[in-house]
């Protein structure tokens, strides 16, 4: 494989791990937990791993000795910076538990655990992939493991090949499915332990055991670079606003983070617009008034920060996409045997409520399309071919036009937009992702050699230095609540979106008046890989301001 002169240097580098998972390793269980929410259901679904203790590794005296595994992992969902990290320390992991351990890398994720496609990772193949982006070494994907046809069919090839555990490294509907593996193959006496590991840029698998998902840390890093770029350059030419749009399907985290680490003009956190139950034309009228006093000032230009998720979190819009889900779902055939999209568009309104189709037909033809492009296989709008910052920037435009008719705007408006997503999916892990994937991985492996299953692999204490972080699994049950999903109650990992009290959202409240009118950009410059700890380990802001 052709490498950079950064992959080279970069493929020296030893991941930081915890001081407790150096030498011997003891293991301690803690308090037993229960879920979030529902207990009495969860109880029924999971009577085997519901109520299970949280465990830390700590420092032992003695060098356990551990049965032989054959160990099967997954990369499960959208890319995230770190994943060949996880599968080095697991890798690393499990052949000082037992040097005959043996990995799987099952290909293009769940649906290679179907099909029974895979390889065996060996160390040729892992020291390749050391400290690098992406999900390359195996392959990712979608397929939903939800229905127990899947589930014999996944035990079937398992058990023909020897495998007694299986990682799924996902977000949180992989370690859902993870978690409801892990129950059927203990009701099955299947003797396949099943461990997720938190995965997502989005850093939406978080909770009191999981401090952030991998991947989050480098993604906003790699945006804010770019964001702080783009900014420098609004404030030398004086002429763009700049409508920049940041994946994250349906949380907001990695804009608010962005924000805190550039500061720009204007931030949109679509859990404070569901929250506070605001329209379009609301946003638009609050990103209109700053362009307006800016314009007084006699600044043009500025930058514009959007949650991909956003158009889910407008009551109205909500309410629209909620209809077509199921209008698209029952009519698929015939909306696709319509002989163009202005036919889908008349045939889909004749069919929603008064409500939303009357949002529906007031979008313009080509957002309205997009709300129609298919579902994602877990049945979510692909919000990422949504280019809600081109919506918004038309938007701006007409009401400062109407502004500029009757004589209360004078300035001048130009807009760039930008989407920023798959560039920081795959970028080479930070410092931080790299250390604490490595380290989740090598975490994972300890499950597995103590025979855990339905555990989710978790470090502690991210704030600190790597030395003193503090590894352990949690059970994924503790994480569930019942939602409703495709019409019926199903346990599912709770969400965890932007809490409107919480300190890092906090901190842009504070702070965005200030910013909306003063130029008081931040450029953090890209992510710094070797040099001084206090620039190369930096965490996010949101962690930092959370466990403050
Ligand atoms: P995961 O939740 O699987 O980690 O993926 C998150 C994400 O990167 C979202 O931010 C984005 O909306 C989505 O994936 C895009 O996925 P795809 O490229 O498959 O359309």
Redesign the pocket.
Known sequence: MLKSPLQIARADYAPKIPASLKGAVKIVEGNKTESVADQAEIDKMFPNTHRMPVITFESGEETSVYPVAKVGVIL?????PGGHNVISGLFDGLKKCNKNNKLYGFLGGPSGLLDNDYIELTSDVVDEYRNTGGFDIIG?G?TKLEDEEQFDKVMSNCKAMGINAIVII?????NTNACVLAEYFVKKKAGIQVLGVP????G??KNEVVET?F?FDT?CKTYSELIGNIQRDANSAKKYYHFIRL????ASH?GLECALQTQPNITIISEEVENKKLTLDDIVSYITDIIVKRAEQGHNFGSVLIP??LVEFIPAMKTLIGELNDILAANESDIKGLENNQKRREFVATKLSADSSKVFTSLPASFADQLMLDR?PHG?V????IDTEKLLIDMVKVKLDELKADGSYKGKFSAQGHFF??EG?CAAPSNFDADYCYSLGYTASLLISEGKTGYMASIKNLTAPAEEWIPGGAPITMMMNMERRHGALKPVIQKALVKLDGKPFKALEENREEWAMETNYLYPGPIQYFGPSQVCDLTTRTIVYEQS
């Open positions: 499960s969902g959208g890319q995230a990712s979608r996902g977000g949180d509907d992989s995965k997502t840029i989005d939406d698998l998902s991947g993604a994946m994250g399907r349906s990695i991909e998720g994602d979510n692909q919000v990422s071919m997503g798959y999916r």
